[in-house]
């Protein structure tokens, strides 16, 4: 069965701050598929990432950078210089590797990521 | 960049009432998700429909069906209305012949039920 952790249930930060998100996973798969999303509070879902199992180069795309180790089943989400439109509720989630071609996600609980200038 | 298209983005009903929901995939996108996020809640895999067909079934409830059409948009109808069915309902779409497989989301539904 596959389980997502985000054992951050709110973060606060002072603006410019470096904040990082955890998620940590579980799968029986040895193929994957790791995201994240941000949810704004206007409601939407903004794919940020994905990562599939094979591939554990870390990321960075500007400010956001990711973390990737297998070895502890884990997934991190850095922010560098935070900034107040970061604040979000911010979800890892992890789909099994289709054959079929679709699997729904399996999200973690969000970590509510809050901002101040 | 054509982006998933939800209707209507706001729904109030009351108990027992019916409601359908509809979602639009991004073009040339062959599966659909319905998600159910309640508040504070992490998004619930509810259904999926690959070429039309029902491909997975997640914590739908019985008085709630969907289908896809030959457009490929998607319908969720739901029935009975109950007061815990006041969430926020995203549809999604993937091209998943293909790859890769992310899911992008529409801007979602929000229900509330009285």
């Known amino acids: 069965a596959q389980k997502v952790t985000q054992a951050q249930t709110e973060i606060s930060v002072v603006e410019k701050e470096d904040v990082t998100l955890d998620c940590v996973y579980e799968?029986?798969?040895?193929?994957?598929?790791l995201f994240w999303y941000k949810q704004p509070p206007s409601g939407e879902l903004v794919f940020l990432i994905r990562?599939?199992?094979?591939?554990?180069q870390n990321e960075i795309s500007g400010r956001y950078s990711w973390n990737f180790q297998k070895s502890t089943s884990s997934f991190n989400f850095t922010i560098t210089a935070s900034q107040v439109v970061d604040s979000a509720v911010y979800f890892c989630?992890?789909?099994?590797?289709?054959?079929?071609?679709?699997?729904?996600?399996?999200f973690g609980k969000g970590t509510r990521l809050s901002v101040i200038a | 960049a054509a982006g998933v298209i939800q209707s209507p983005r706001h729904l109030i009903k009351e108990k027992r009432e019916t409601a359908t929901l509809k979602c639009y995939p991004i073009?040339?996108?062959?599966?659909v998700y319905w998600y159910q996020q309640g508040p504070g809640q992490d998004p619930q895999f509810l259904i999926s429909?690959?070429?039309?067909?029902?491909?997975d079934k997640g914590s739908i409830p019985d008085r709630f069906s969907a289908q896809q059409f030959s457009d490929y948009h998607s319908e969720l109808n739901m029935s009975s209305l109950e007061l815990g069915d006041s969430a926020l309902y995203f549809c999604?779409?993937?091209?998943?012949?293909?790859?890769?497989?992310?899911?992008?989301f529409g801007p979602g539904t929000r229900l509330t039920v009285t």
């Open positions: 989630a992890l789909s099994e590797a289709p054959n079929s071609g679709n699997t729904p996600l399996v």
């Open positions: 990562r599939n199992s094979f591939d554990e």
């Open positions: 999604a779409s993937s091209h998943n012949r293909a790859g890769p497989y992310e899911q992008y």
């Open positions: 073009p040339r996108h062959d599966t």
């Open positions: 429909f690959y070429e039309k067909m029902q491909s």
């Open positions: 799968t029986r798969d040895t193929t994957y598929y």
